[in-house]
């Protein structure tokens, strides 16, 4: 057991699969997986592992934001000697160039989070995916056909704001959209020498307020769920 993880030691897999919530975790259980246990479901953050095709994954909630993620990669990596993990999200895109369901593997998170810089004291205030999982999802998509296109991404501690402009930082870096917690997910990472990737569905395009309805929800998150299950498999 960790502080916010129940699970016992050896019952988390070496590659973990992280959406942000609880039920997407579930769904991908009861979807994808065979012989699953649900190993942890303190604060109701399910964590569960199975096999897919065979190998062992474990499939559970980030929670939203720095706070959330930080916690929950930290206590994996640390106390469950987890070496990958792989968030799989949802993002919002500042302009109609990306359009809803694109699905982007992300290189670098920009954030003006002092995330990194107070826990870690990493001063950067963008950071790389981590490892060799960033290409291991590019190579995977190529083999499934699927378009994922590499993109950096701010990740910012903000959803609702009053200023409709595009953030400095996200001028600054390049970023097409906005998703909250690769940032501290590669910060953790980073520190800890472990692998980390982010892959991205667009769910809303920011300034045309279009967004994927909860029933288109299901079916669009599955391909970015089978692209992070084949990227486990390597
Ligand atoms: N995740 C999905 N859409 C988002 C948005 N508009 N801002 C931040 N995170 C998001």
């Given at each position: 057991m960790s502080v916010h993880i129940s699970a016992k030691?050896?019952?988390?897999?070496?590659t973990v699969l992280m959406p942000g919530d609880p039920l997407r975790a579930k769904y991908i259980a009861d979807n994808?997986?065979?012989?699953?246990?649900?190993?942890s479901q303190t604060r109701n953050i399910f964590y569960y592992t199975g096999k897919y095709k065979g190998k062992e994954i474990t499939v559970g909630a980030s929670g939203m934001g720095f706070p959330s993620i930080g916690i929950y990669s930290y206590e994996l990596f640390?106390?469950?000697?987890?070496d990958t993990i792989i968030r799989i999200g949802t993002c919002g895109a500042y302009s109609t160039d990306l359009k809803l369901f694109d699905i982007l593997n992300v290189e670098n998170a920009a954030s003006e989070s002092t995330y990194a810089k107070f826990a870690w004291?990493?001063?950067?205030d963008i950071i790389s995916s981590q490892g060799t999982a960033f290409d291991r999802i590019n190579e995977t998509a190529k083999e499934l056909g699927l378009d994922a296109k590499p993109t950096n991404i701010h990740s910012s501690d903000?959803?609702?704001?009053?200023?409709?402009?595009?953030p400095e930082i996200a001028v600054r870096y390049n970023c097409p959209a906005v998703e909250m917690e690769a940032f501290a997910l590669f910060a953790n990472a980073q520190h800890l020498g472990k692998n980390a990737a982010t892959i991205l569905t667009v769910s809303d395009i920011i300034p045309t307020h279009e967004f994927i309805s909860a029933d288109q929800r299901e079916q669009a998150l599955r391909t970015m769920m089978e692209l992070s299950l084949e990227t486990a498999l390597k």
């Open positions: 030691k050896g019952e988390i897999a070496k994808f997986l065979t012989d699953v246990t649900l190993v640390t106390e469950y000697e987890v004291g990493i001063e950067e903000i959803f609702y704001r009053k200023d409709p402009a595009v």
